[in-house]
């Protein structure tokens, strides 16, 4: 598969999660929540997770946004429901990496899976808020210390 019919397989990706977004709603017995906001783009997102221990066992969103910001949170939800916080935390920063840097190294692509289609979301500054929204809420629904209204600006 060249370049360019990767680059379609991606966006179709990103339109199919855009069109029809997965983990939609709220978590039932959500004991972790955020909600973030792009002004930039009017981007909105409430999130809710369940976590038990230390694993994320449901998480749901619910939001306005763009495609890419409703992909993105569609399959963020679906990259780390079953995962330990501590693996979420660095799939994060992993995507965070690669939508703001550029990391597009082997061990970042195999890490972040089907999640590797928002690599071209970079060449699009605007468009890297959008991507990240989802990511930043969840950062901030995860750590105790932090603020639950998160902003892109």
Same mark, same amino acid.
């Given at each position: 598969m060249d370049a360019n019919e990767l680059d379609e397989l991606y966006q179709e990706l990103i339109m199919d999660h855009g069109r029809r977004p997965r983990n939609t709603g709220s978590a039932a017995e959500a004991n972790h929540?955020?909600?973030?906001?792009?002004?930039?783009?009017?981007?909105?997102?409430?999130?809710?997770?369940?976590?038990? *221990?230390?694993? @994320?066992? +449901? #998480?749901k969103f619910l939001g306005e946004g763009c495609a890419i910001s409703t992909a993105?949170?569609?399959?963020?939800?679906?990259?780390?429901? *079953?995962?330990? @916080?501590? +693996? #979420?935390?660095?799939?994060?920063?992993?995507?965070?990496?690669?939508?703001?840097?550029?990391?597009?190294?082997?061990e970042t692509l195999a890490t972040l899976g089907k999640l590797g289609a928002f690599a071209g979301v970079r060449r699009f500054p605007t468009r890297v808020k959008c991507a990240s929204l989802a990511w930043h809420t969840l950062d901030a629904a995860?750590?105790?210390?932090?603020?639950?209204?998160?902003?892109?600006?």
């Open positions: 929540h955020a909600h973030g906001h792009n002004p930039l783009c009017g981007d909105k997102l409430a999130l809710s997770l369940r976590v038990e *221990g230390d694993v @994320v066992v +449901d #998480v993105s949170a569609s399959m963020m939800t679906q990259a780390i429901k *079953g995962k330990r @916080v501590e +693996d #979420v935390l660095a799939l994060y920063h992993r995507f965070h990496l690669l939508v703001t840097e550029g990391d597009e190294t082997p995860l750590r105790p210390d932090a603020t639950r209204q998160v902003t892109t600006e």
